[in-house]
């Protein structure tokens, strides 16, 4: 079954949770994610002197980043790393996006133990946002999803659509 990427909302709610980012060059900062990885710029709050003071990004529903003046670029990855949902379909069109833009760096798609299909990108900041998705029917790791099934019987977990 093949599922479609939800549309990005441009409306404002109460956000969940969402990952605050310090960025040397706000403005290179908010190109690699919108530009490279798609993401659309909902609002830039300008400071005194009118340079930005927050913009913040949105890729899907509850996919929110705040991007913050601060901080010094960093060499490779630092810090943790953020996972958002994607759609297996959309990962090598990402990855291609965001390399063909560069300004950051980009691994994958690649297949996890744990049943994922992921692209890895590091923006010039040296923040990690990892895109993650199921990997699509027949071509899961049947030995772990036998194994996540054991573990949450025995945990008394039951899932609502029969999937791992």
């Known amino acids: 079954m093949e599922h479609i990427a939800p549309e990005i909302t441009?409306?404002?709610?109460?956000m969940?949770?969402?990952a605050t980012i310090a960025a040397a060059d706000i403005d290179a900062t908010v190109d690699w994610y919108t530009e490279g990885l798609g993401f659309l710029s909902l609002f830039v709050?300008?400071?005194?002197?009118?340079?930005?003071?927050?913009v913040h990004l949105r890729r899907w529903r509850y996919q929110d980043l705040l991007v913050k003046p601060g901080g010094a670029p960093?060499?490779?990855?630092?810090?943790?790393?953020?996972?958002?949902?994607?759609?297996?379909?959309?990962l090598d069109a990402l990855a291609e996006r965001a390399?063909?833009?560069?300004?950051?760096?980009?691994?994958?798609?690649?297949?996890?133990?744990?049943?994922?299909?992921?692209?890895?990108?590091?923006?010039?900041?040296?923040?990690?946002?990892?895109?993650t998705?199921?990997?699509?029917?027949?071509?899961?790791?049947?030995?772990f999803d036998r194994e996540i099934r054991r573990l949450a019987g025995e945990q008394g977990l039951h899932g609502t659509d029969g999937r791992v």
């Open 74 to 90: 960093a060499s490779g990855a630092s810090g943790p790393e953020l996972s958002m949902m994607a759609e297996a379909d959309e």
């Open 45 to 54: 709050m300008p400071g005194p002197d009118g340079t930005p003071v927050v």
């Open 99 to 131: 390399r063909a833009h560069g300004g950051g760096s980009v691994e994958g798609p690649y297949d996890t133990p744990w049943n994922t299909r992921d692209v890895k990108t590091v923006d010039p900041d040296g923040h990690a946002l990892v895109f």
């Open 10 to 14: 441009k409306d404002i709610y109460p």
């Open 16 to 18: 969940p949770a969402f």
């Open 133 to 143: 998705a199921r990997r699509a029917e027949g071509q899961h790791d049947e030995g």
